[in-house]
């Protein structure tokens, strides 16, 4: 090579000097965001370290707002094409921060590492905090049409009914207001039921104006995966619910109930709580789905007879923008009549209920019987074989067909009984 064409690093850091004793402003510090950038590290003689310090302000000198920190997902993204990029794509790869630290490098004359330039990215995109959502959201403006009342029935052929609607206006603002205040209390899941192949999770896709902010997961919430895929997304389908039958079941009532999730992220050092952002769309084939009774309020199952994806991608922005409206006026997102055709849909009957039942109605109205007597008389059981899992299923059975519970004298004592 033609030793005249190599520029060397004196060379460019001459060039440094030279241009900041004639005015050059490029390399001066502008403030970024609320906090100063800061001022550039220089040696005795005046050349540019290599630290990341130095890549910090020179991004907020040149590069303001090329970079910012996505508080949905907690990472730092573009959000500006950077010129060592060909073209604009929000995620930052590793690849990312060796073009910075080259770029920079070029720029400022000194010999930046990809570690410096990571370390840079981080620091600077934390001074630049967004939100997504909210921005999305912000930006909406209600035209005054009602309409979040009756989705459910427009984009799913949902029956109208006062408790259809409540689960259809409740869900949208409790989406709203998950993502406004991050961690609040939304323990509730709409359960979309409806025959396979109908359409129902690239219905569910469409809600979201960004398709990163929408996920779906078959895992358990028995593993730590499935807290990690929650990072970043807002909409969260958890399709086939019947694989979440037995064992699964009480996980998935926890992590409904969960304000905050707290893990160790893959490749961090440290565990951190993140603050729930966003909310549950279950989706299943079947018409009995859920074996616990003690769970129903948690879910809002609605039977589907079609689906109307291009309804939900035409209003989507108005759906959204009414449930803002409606949210910032106070309205809550966590009463649902508590209907008979609330607990049927959400409950699948057990082997055992005819026979308890049968059991009860030979009893007059008023009568008192125990768990155990149901036990043993109705079902066949044995003293040794009754454990407290028989009793909760058998309570359960009479709890969800609205029997009594009390607690008499009983046979000389004190005792809890159902009434027949």
């Not at 520029?7 to 100063?36: C, H, I, T, W, Y």
């Not at 949210?327 to 057990?350: L, R």
Request: proline share 6%; aromatic share 10%; glycine share 6%.
């Amino acid at each position: 090579m033609d030793s005249g064409s190599v520029v060397s690093m004196k060379d460019k850091n001459s060039k440094f000097r030279d241009a900041l004793k004639g005015g050059d402003k490029r390399p001066s510090a502008q403030p970024v965001g609320e906090q100063p950038a800061g001022s550039y590290r220089l040696t005795d003689t005046g050349q540019m370290k290599p630290l990341s310090q130095n890549i910090v302000v020179y991004l907020g000198a040149v590069l303001p707002n090329a970079l910012g920190w996505d508080m949905l997902s907690d990472q730092p993204v573009w959000r500006q094409k950077p010129p060592f990029l060909p073209e604009y794509r929000a995620e930052i790869h590793d690849q990312d921060a060796s073009e910075l630290a080259f770029w920079a490098s070029d720029q400022l004359g000194s010999d930046f590492k990809t570690a410096q330039a990571l370390e840079a990215i981080q620091v600077h995109s934390k001074r630049k905090p967004f939100h997504p959502v909210q921005e999305y959201l912000s930006g909406l403006r209600w035209d005054g049409t009602p309409r979040i009342d009756h989705w459910l029935s427009d984009a799913f052929g949902v029956a109208p009914s006062d408790y259809h609607r409540a689960v259809a206006r409740s869900f949208l603002i409790a989406a709203v207001a998950r993502c406004m205040t991050p961690g609040c209390q939304v323990d509730t899941m709409l359960v979309l039921m409806g025959d396979q192949g109908l359409g129902k999770t690239s219905a569910v896709r469409e809600l979201a104006p960004d398709f990163g902010m929408y996920a779906e997961t078959t895992e358990s919430p028995a593993n730590k995966d499935f807290y990690q895929a929650l990072r970043g997304k807002w909409i969260v389908e958890i399709g086939e619910l019947h694989s979440f039958r037995n064992a699964d079941w009480t996980k998935i009532k926890q992590m409904l109930s969960a304000k905050v999730d707290t893990y160790r992220p893959s490749y961090g050092h440290f565990t951190k709580d993140f603050p729930r952002q966003c909310v549950f769309i279950g989706t299943t084939n079947d018409d009995q789905w859920n074996r616990d009774p003690t769970g129903a309020r948690r879910f809002w199952p609605v039977k589907c007879l079609e689906v109307n994806r291009d309804y939900i991608r035409q209003q989507r922005d108005q759906l959204w923008a009414e449930a803002v409206e409606r949210h910032q006026k106070g309205e809550g997102w966590w009463t649902i009549p508590d209907t008979e055709e609330h607990t049927q849909a959400v409950y699948e009957s057990d082997p055992w209920e005819e026979p308890v039942l049968n059991f009860m109605a030979k009893y007059p109205k008023g009568n008192y019987v125990t768990v155990r007597q149901i036990l043993i008389d109705a079902l066949g059981f044995t003293d040794e074989k009754i454990g407290q899992r028989e009793n909760m299923r058998a309570a359960s059975i009479l709890k969800n067909k609205k029997f009594t519970h009390k607690r008499v004298t009983y046979n000389g004592a004190q005792r809890w009984v159902w009434v027949t």
